[in-house]
């Protein structure tokens, strides 16, 4: 396997309009697992997103964009509760397949709505925080340049997007790891094809530009960060 470039050319089963619905809805539900396993958000969470809100000092509002099944956003809810802070969080996603398996993770303080960050630019809103995890590998050029964009736009405070980074260990590793968790998902071909269109770390603060700055804060991981500019 040759991981020494992107493989641009790859496509994910999720991102076929015509997958098999089962097959996408088990993916998407899975994802929990996965992000649990290798998402590093604990991490993110205590020395991160946690001192930013805790040092606005008032109710927050964070944006988790292309949230998928939403596990990320209402785990980060559920530390958020945890640790006496008051956020408002939203997930968005233009795929409406997604949002199905997202509202089965709705809550008072949790929502979800069919969008995107330029829908929500459009509209005028903004958030204290805006962040997303495994977009930005699955974003053309020009559409990585709009999100990074729009995100921006929407942040008064910081704008922080989490992915996969792309290393033959990481491929070994998940090819074993996804064994058990893979029965009935795209999460073997889709995972592996993800790692394969991911970024290694200056890859991806080149291919950002000025004035995002890409961390690896946990094995396998990037952290690109910017200051919005809302
Ligand atoms: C691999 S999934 C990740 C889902 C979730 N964030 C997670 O970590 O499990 C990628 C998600 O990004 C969404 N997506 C793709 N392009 C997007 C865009 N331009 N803006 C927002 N979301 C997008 C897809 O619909 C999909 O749900």
């Known amino acids: 396997m040759n991981l020494a470039e992107r493989d641009t050319a790859l496509r994910e089963l999720m991102d076929d309009p015509d997958c098999d619905p089962d097959a996408l809805a088990a993916t998407l539900e899975r994802f929990d697992l996965v992000n649990r396993a290798i998402g590093g958000w604990g991490r993110v969470w205590r020395r991160g997103i946690r001192p930013r809100l805790q040092r606005l000092g008032r109710p927050a509002r964070v944006l988790d964009v292309g949230s998928g099944g939403g596990d990320v956003v209402a785990r980060l809810a559920t530390w958020a509760e945890r640790d006496g802070l008051d956020v408002e969080w939203l997930g968005i996603d233009p795929d409406p397949r997604a949002l199905e398996v997202a509202r089965t993770r709705e809550s008072a303080r949790v929502s979800f709505a069919a969008t995107d960050a330029a829908g929500l630019r459009a509209a005028g809103e903004t958030f204290d925080l805006v962040l997303s995890n495994h977009v930005l590998h699955h974003l053309e050029a020009a559409e990585l340049a709009e999100f990074a964009a729009d995100t921006r736009a929407l942040a008064t405070g910081t704008v922080m997007h989490a992915d996969i980074e792309r290393g ?6 998940y090819g074993i790891g996804i064994t058990a968790l893979e029965r009935g998902t795209f999460l ?3 995972g592996l094809r993800s790692i394969r269109r991911s970024y290694r770390a200056e890859e991806l603060e ?9 961390a690896s804060p946990a094995p396998f991981r990037l952290l690109a960060v910017a200051d919005g500019d809302a």
Do not use: I, K, Q
């Open 168 to 173: 033959r260990l990481a491929y070994a590793l």
């Open 188 to 190: 073997r071909t889709d």
């Open 206 to 214: 080149s291919a950002l530009g000025s004035p995002w700055r890409v």
